[in-house]
T-cell receptor
Framework: DQQVKQNSPSLSVQEGRISILNCDYTNSMFDYFLWYKKYPAEGPTFLISISSIKDKNEDGRFTVFLNKSAKHLSLHIVPSQPGDSAVYFCAASGKMGNTGKLIFGQGTTLQVKP | GAGVSQSPSNKVTEKGKDVELRCDPISGHTALYWYRQSLGQGLEFLIYFQGNSAPDKSGLPSDRFSAERTGGSVSTLTIQRTQQEDSAVYLC?????????????FGSGTRLTVV
């Protein structure tokens, strides 16, 4: 049972354009959502997060949008840069024991072309 | 140390052998997590340690998998009688506060290949 889904395994965009990565979830108990970025041969690194009490959080070029009614979140990168090329994981956490345990999606590989 | 350290970085083992994967968390981090990433898959939760509490083992895929954390610091993930489906990148993460998931710091992982 995949509780967090990233249905697009890959995305290719031109440098300077917007990258939009999507994520869907099924568990309404999730109340905190995160995006991680992973380069080859490295561990994932935290990028941006959003609490369920918000619908938008912005940090520089990165903005995360949350639509609770649709159980959908998205990550926007504007403008995209070649260094943004990586695998992006969506993750969720919730009131399931408050352990901080994250449930991850399958990841989306972003390629930003110069 | 400055980050989460995992060893070995790569491990090739024969089917049926046992393997041990090691994780050194960031000093002072009380929460430690093991995940794995199989080819084409997301990050799958395996086990979680928090201080002296009983670990959350709910993600371990079979009884061939076990983990321990000694002295609240170093953790070892052991896979007995390895199978080809165990091939994956095993990632360890630590966190200062288990209630704050954005505090995760991941290691670079151990790539396990079972032949």
């Amino acid at each position: 049972d995949q509780q967090v889904k990233q249905n697009s395994p890959s995305l290719s965009v031109q440098e300077g354009r917007i990258s939009i990565l999507n994520c869907d979830y099924t568990n309404s108990m999730f109340d905190y959502f995160l995006w991680y970025k992973k380069y080859p041969a490295e561990g994932p690194t935290f990028l941006i997060s959003i609490s369920s009490i918000k619908d938008k959080n912005e940090d520089g070029r990165f903005t995360v949008f949350l639509n609770k009614s649709a159980k959908h979140l998205s990550l926007h990168i504007v403008p995209s840069q070649p260094g943004d090329s990586a695998v992006y994981f969506c993750a969720a956490s919730g009131k399931m024991g408050n352990t901080g345990k994250l449930i991850f999606g399958q990841g989306t590989t972003l390629q930003v072309k110069p | 140390g400055a980050g989460v350290s995992q060893s070995p970085s790569n491990k090739v083992t024969e089917k049926g052998k046992d393997v041990e994967l090691r994780c050194d968390p960031i000093s002072g981090h009380t929460a430690l997590y093991w995940y794995r990433q199989s080819l084409g898959q997301g990050l799958e939760f395996l086990i979680y340690f928090q201080g002296n509490s009983a670990p959350d083992k709910s993600g371990l895929p079979s009884d061939r998998f076990s983990a321990e954390r000694t002295g609240g610091s170093v953790s070892t993930l052991t896979i007995q009688r390895t199978q080809q489906e165990d091939s994956a990148v095993y990632l360890c993460a630590s966190s200062l506060d288990a209630g704050k998931p954005y505090g995760y710091t991941f290691g670079s992982g151990t790539r396990l290949t079972v032949v």
